[in-house]
């Protein structure tokens, strides 16, 4: 059954073909559960199972592929994307939540991830290394691993997708897709885009469903090679769990508390712009969010001031609309997750500085919608300096210079994304030596990645190698070490 770009119902992709679950779910709009954007099919462990047979069957003759071959389907699905942009962006808003402008952005991420992994295929996967044996060339190559899943989350349905599907269908592997059940539809628009591209039946399949059956297939299936999952801790902790006990490959991608440090020499405006944009940008629902301003004393009240007039600017609305600056949360379950934070802070005895509830109006009445809220007076005490909100939430905590700010920072199990604001360099690069995350920023936003860097985190934030970047295939494939010893011939046909 083909799947048109104009529909907005879902149908799973098994074996080159779209194809109905047992039931249908609703997929509603979160700025306005009024509206029903379509349906999803919602499979269970028999389609699943389906998925991962047909992905075992196509294996063999797209690891055959010659690799640059497999590029430029990758090359041509980015083109389709490319081509699809504003409809992808569209359905993202209307799906997730965020402002069109911020949709547009991660699909253009999306494009450039693609790009940047279609030219894998033609770059040199493995090296010549000399031998200490007479007559021997010695090196290595990197081969696929075989059929790998991929679970990606609600938050960035199609960047977080592409940056996976790309390195582990260029280095030569068949693909099992599970997306959010939050986020079916554009799940569907991305896997479209690398179908329609050229891919065989079986290379990629996209399988919509819960993560207690599809899921669970999709990590205990004995054909399952790797698992690259992106979600909570909870989850990707128990995953990383089930898949080492089954010796599988495992890539998690966690939770952050991301602190956003500024020094006493720092530019108050724009560390205070870079704040404002990290905490409240995409509703504080990215794991690289800045949840977290650690501020020298020095200039502490400015800065509270200035963070809390301009969270009162922000225009929170549905993302379609023109001007609105921060749409819902994803759906009632993180709304109150959310709001029980905030009361969490105020309870903590934090100073609510800006906002602390929903937004009152008509406007908001159907939707999930939270005040941008900024609690002042914080210390890493206090649950709300401790713990993802994955919301529009932002604690401030003053600290005495340099080493004690540093102490705040990594006071945290998690380890994703830190910026400082300095005019030092040596204080720059010393934070640069002593945070400990994956990703640093010095005079920027904690927020924001490139497709040609590594992304991941430390501590309890990740499990297994970076994603995204030189480093991505990595992930996805093994290496086999090869020694041929030409002496033997040498000798037959008197060569020497």
């Not at 934070?341 to 939270?370: M, Y």
Request: proline fraction near 5%.
């Amino acid at each position: 059954m083909s799947s048109p770009w104009e529909s907005n119902d879902v149908r799973a992709l098994i074996d080159g073909r779209w194809v109905e679950g047992p039931e249908w779910r609703d997929n509603v709009n979160p700025a306005d559960t009024r509206e029903v954007i379509g349906r999803s099919t919602h499979c269970g462990r028999a389609e699943a199972q389906a998925a991962v047979d047909a992905a075992q069957r196509a294996f063999p003759t797209w690891r055959d592929t010659p690799a640059p071959r497999r590029g430029a389907i990758l090359f041509e699905a980015a083109r389709i994307m490319k081509s699809r942009l504003e409809l992808i962006a569209t359905a993202m808003t209307r799906e997730e939540g965020k402002t069109l402008g911020e949709s547009r952005g991660e699909v253009q991420k999306a494009i450039n991830i693609i790009e940047y992994m279609a030219g894998e295929g033609r770059r040199a996967n493995g090296q010549v290394i000399p031998s200490e044996m007479a007559r021997t060339l010695a090196y290595y190559v990197r081969q696929p691993l075989g059929v790998v899943s991929v679970v990606t989350p609600w938050n960035f349905p199609v960047a977080i997708p592409a940056w996976k599907l790309a390195p582990a269908l260029v280095a030569g592997n068949t693909v099992v897709f599970k997306p959010a059940s939050l986020t079916p539809l554009t799940g569907r628009m991305v896997a479209q885009c690398f179908h329609e591209a050229g891919l065989p039946d079986g290379v990629l399949n996209f399988v919509t469903g819960g993560g207690g059956t599809v899921g669970d297939e999709f990590v205990r299936n004995a054909a399952i090679r790797a698992v690259s999952f992106t979600g909570s801790n909870e989850v990707g902790v128990e995953l990383a769990r089930q898949a080492s006990a089954l010796h599988k490959k495992c890539q998690c991608e966690m939770g952050g508390k991301n602190p956003m440090v500024v020094l006493s020499d720092a530019d108050l405006e724009l560390a205070v712009d870079a704040t404002v944009q990290g905490a409240f940008g995409s509703t504080g629902q990215r794991c690289t969010a800045t949840s977290r301003a650690i501020v020298d004393r020095s200039l502490y009240a400015e800065f509270v001031e200035r963070c809390a007039a301009a969270a009162k600017t922000i225009k929170v609305g549905n993302g379609l609309h023109t001007g609105v600056q921060m749409g819902p949360s994803v759906d009632a379950g993180q709304h109150k997750c959310v709001l029980d934070a905030i009361e969490t802070g105020k309870a903590d005895g934090a100073r609510l500085v800006a906002g602390g509830g929903r937004p009152v109006g008509e406007a908001f009445d159907h939707g999930f919608f939270t005040e941008p809220t900024i609690f002042a007076d914080a210390h890493m005490g206090m649950r709300l300096a401790q713990e993802e909100v994955f919301g529009p939430v932002l604690a401030v905590i003053p600290v005495d210079g340099f080493d004690q700010a540093i102490e705040a920072a990594n006071a945290v199990r998690y380890g994703l994304s830190a910026s400082v604001y300095t005019r030092d360099l040596v204080l720059a690069q010393r934070f640069v030596d002593a945070i400990d995350v994956g990703i640093v920023h010095v005079n920027n936003p904690t927020v924001g990645g490139e497709a040609q860097l590594p992304f991941g985190g430390m501590k309890e934030t990740g499990v297994g190698e970076r994603e995204m970047g030189p480093t991505a295939v990595e992930f996805f494939s093994e290496i086999k070490t090869v020694y041929v010893d030409y002496t033997a011939s040498a000798r037959r046909t008197n060569i020497y």
